[in-house]
């Protein structure tokens, strides 16, 4: 080293730092191909959306333009944050005067209709409560067994002056890839991440069911499916093993406003 000239010790930086760079490429790519799928989804997409305002100045308008960077992360948060107020605990009321969970209901009027998936548990002679969720507990009655599509709707005896916010369904069909949000837990809300990996029906235009990738949560019976814009998408089958599986929630939504 002590031989080398000024030019030489910089051509040999260049070698080394080109090295380098070359192996830390190939030890990344080795790395992300070894990682789950569900590591890789944290990896998250960016939104820019230019908006335009007009601003009044002396010598008149002029227009701005300013440009939001939105993550994905961003989307996730908020859409559960949407959904919170949407949804209820309902308990089954045995004859014994014990209670059991039953499912996760989602709010649909702010009247006290509520939807929720019809489980092997359903049983129309049983009585059913509702948790709210600032914690209010109102007796449910039975309004109309949607069975055709797999779900329930009931109607709350009361409903809390506030804190409650009805859903909005989806009125766009799921893609394939598209990211999703399932909210579940029998007490309070846990969130997974996945995404659409196949839709099941009739045809492409009236998926029955909704397939996804997501794993390894609590499974709770009737949990919401919601897009990164807020909206139902599905209603979780209890009945199929990993609880990946969804029904279309426009086919229960449309079912239950007949």
């Known amino acids: 080293m002590e031989n080398l000239t000024k ?16 192996a830390t490429g190939i030890m990344t790519v080795s790395l992300l ?12 997409r960016v939104v820019e959306k230019t908006i335009e305002r007009v601003v009044e100045t002396p010598s008149g308008a002029k227009t701005i333009k300013e440009v ?7 989307r996730i948060t908020a ?3 949407r959904n919170t107020a949407s949804l209820v605990r309902i308990k089954v009321l045995n004859p ?13 009027s702010k009247d006290g209709e509520i939807i929720a998936e019809r489980t092997s548990a359903f049983a129309s002679q049983f009585g059913f409560s509702a948790t709210f969720p600032d914690g209010t507990i109102s007796n449910l009655a039975l309004a109309r067994e949607l069975s055709d599509v797999g779900a329930v709707l009931f109607k709350a005896a009361g ?18 890839g598209q990211t999703v949000v ?27 069911l909704i ?48």
């Open 159 to 176: 409903v809390p002056a506030t804190g409650i916010s009805p859903a909005v369904v989806s009125k766009a069909l799921p893609k394939l």
């Open 211 to 258: 397939d996804t990738d997501i794993r390894g949560g609590r499974e709770t019976a009737g949990a919401p499916l919601i897009d990164l814009s807020g909206d139902v998408l599905g209603i979780r089958r209890s009945d199929v093993p990993g609880g990946r599986v969804f029904i279309y929630a426009p086919l229960v939504f449309n079912a239950a406003s007949r």
């Open 68 to 74: 939001q960077v939105v993550s994905e992360d961003d």
């Open 33 to 44: 191909q070894g990682t789950s799928s569900n590591v890789s989804q944290t990896i998250n």
């Open 182 to 208: 399932v909210l579940e837990g029998q007490n309070d809300n846990f969130s997974l991440v996945g995404r659409v990996t196949n839709l099941q029906g009739e045809s492409s235009t009236t998926p029955r």
């Open 7 to 22: 030019t030489q010790l910089v051509l040999l930086t260049l070698l080394v730092s080109f090295v380098t760079s070359i």
């Open 79 to 81: 859409a559960i944050a």
């Open 96 to 108: 014994d005067g014990s209670s059991s969970f039953y499912a996760i209901g989602i709010i649909v």
